[in-house]
């Protein structure tokens, strides 16, 4: 990780580039919190803005400097990063007269989760404003901010990513630019979520069906972790049938899979708990069957969920 020496008379405010030792961040919530706190540690000199205040103590303490408004946050730095719960957070700070003014010529990363088309109507705002925009996506915990498990995903003007590196590098793990088109990073983030969230989904249900089999999560867990291990290979494998429109279901056919599908849904209803996501995948198959693909794969429905949008 970088470190950064600067002259403490050094009263440095640039906008746009020049200024590569200080940084803004505007959110305090745990990932806010997490990045500042690497910053600090690489030597930069950092300022701080949360909406509720508070949050900043140990932060100060350390070194940061606690601006009074937003606005006076971002003028204190040529690059600002947000990270706040979502867009309608960060329009809501950004958007404000005196921001998007002190903003001009400056650079901001806006590392808050949200949608593709949210990321693009937050990079024609700045554009429109004179404001210099990357926008980015974080994809894993806030304790692994400035370690090498850390993972961001950037995307849009491939020389202002280029140019704040050094800064951005301060947060540790791996960075990804994924093209210039700005709502790539928030595109990745969705499709990967979308993986997470449906699996945590069908993690809690399975726990919720073990234990009215008896079965405790701790018991379950080895053997969950053990399902898991199964994925990574697969995704990959999946990814080249995808890609290629080639959906081999040699090894396991749609019509085995669904007849899996078919025991959880039943098992977990005797027991009287819901069995609504399970249901719907085993919908998805039954309807890939009904096109005429029983021998084809599971993966064959990304062909269906793909019409379902034309
Ligand atoms: P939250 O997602 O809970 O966001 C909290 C922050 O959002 C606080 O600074 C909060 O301010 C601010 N906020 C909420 N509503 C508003 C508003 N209307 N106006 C101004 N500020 C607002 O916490 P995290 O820090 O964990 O997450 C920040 C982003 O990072 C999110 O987009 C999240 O998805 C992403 N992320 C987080 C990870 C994590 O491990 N925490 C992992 C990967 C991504 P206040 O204190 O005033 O409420």
Redesign the pocket.
């Given at each position: 990780m970088p470190t950064y020496d600067h002259d403490a008379t050094d009263t440095d405010t640039d906008t746009g580039s020049g200024s590569t030792d200080t940084v803004t961040v505007?959110?305090?919530?745990?990932?806010?919190?997490?990045l500042a706190g690497v910053f600090l540690n690489a030597g930069l000199r950092v300022t701080v803005w949360?909406?509720?205040p508070g949050?900043d103590g140990e932060l100060v303490a350390r070194g940061a400097t606690a601006a009074a408004s937003p606005a006076e946050a971002v003028a204190a730095s040529a690059l600002t990063v947000v990270?706040?719960?979502?867009y309608?957070?960060?329009d809501?700070?950004l958007r404000q007269d005196a921001v998007t003014a002190a903003l001009k010529g400056r650079t901001v990363v806006n590392?808050?989760?949200?949608t593709p088309a949210r990321a693009r109507n937050t990079a024609e705002w700045a554009a429109a404003h004179g404001i210099r925009y990357l926008d980015g996506?974080?994809?894993?915990?806030?304790?692994?901010i400035g370690t090498p498990e850390a993972v961001f995903l950037l995307s849009g003007p491939e020389e202002l990513y280029g140019e704040h590196r050094p800064v951005l590098d301060a947060v540790g793990g791996t960075h990804s630019h994924l093209g210039t088109d700005i709502g790539r990073a928030a595109a990745y983030d969705i499709a990967l979520l979308d993986i997470f969230w449906t699996a945590m989904s069908g993690y809690a249900h399975a726990l919720a069906v073990a234990r009215a089999e008896g079965i405790t999560a701790r018991e379950l867990a080895p053997f969950a972790q053990g399902i898991g291990a199964i994925l990574p290979p697969l995704f990959e494998e999946f990814a080249a049938d995808v890609d290629d429109g080639r959906y081999s279901g040699e090894l396991n056919p749609i019509t085995s899979a669904v007849s899996s599908m078919a025991h959880i849904a039943g098992a977990s209803e005797s027991h009287g708990i819901e069995a609504t996501v399970i249901r719907a995948a085993e919908g998805q198959a039954r309807r890939v069957i009904g096109l005429g693909h029983g021998t084809d794969g599971f993966m064959r429905v990304t062909e269906l969920l793909g019409r379902s949008r034309r």
């Open positions: 505007l959110g305090l919530g745990p990932m806010g919190r997490a949360n909406r509720t949050r990270c706040v719960v979502n309608d957070a960060s809501t700070i590392l808050t989760a949200d996506a974080i994809m894993t915990p806030a304790t692994t």
